[in-house]
């Protein structure tokens, strides 16, 4: 599994590009193929990631709670 540190160089790169186009008011970004790849690589290891260290996963909420009151 990849570390977060080693993902921000393509995603830093996009956000750059995302400034700049806002900045000069323009419609449109453009990115190479290989930007965009590699773009999407660090976007999914992300998502690897958040995914592993991620408490909380389908089918492990808890399906009824009870309180006791205790001694009150």
Same mark, same amino acid.
């Given at each position: 599994?990849a570390?977060? /540190? !080693?993902?921000? %160089? @393509?995603i /830093? *790169? +996009? !956000? #750059?590009?995302? *400034? $700049?186009?806002? &900045?000069?008011?323009?419609? !449109?970004?453009?990115?190479? =193929?290989?930007e =965009?790849? #590699?773009?999407? =690589?660090?976007? %999914? /290891?992300?998502?690897?990631?958040?995914? @592993? %260290? $991620? !408490?909380t996963?389908p089918? #492990?909420?808890? &399906?009824s709670?009870?309180f #006791?009151?205790?001694? +009150?």
């Amino acid at each position: 599994m990849a570390n977060i /540190s !080693n993902l921000s %160089y @393509h995603i /830093s *790169r +996009f !956000n #750059d590009k995302v *400034r $700049s186009m806002n &900045q000069t008011n323009s419609k !449109n970004i453009n990115l190479t =193929a290989q930007e =965009a790849k #590699d773009l999407q =690589a660090d976007i %999914y /290891s992300l998502l690897e990631i958040i995914a @592993h %260290y $991620s !408490n909380t996963k389908p089918g #492990d909420t808890p &399906q009824s709670v009870q309180f #006791d009151g205790g001694k +009150f």
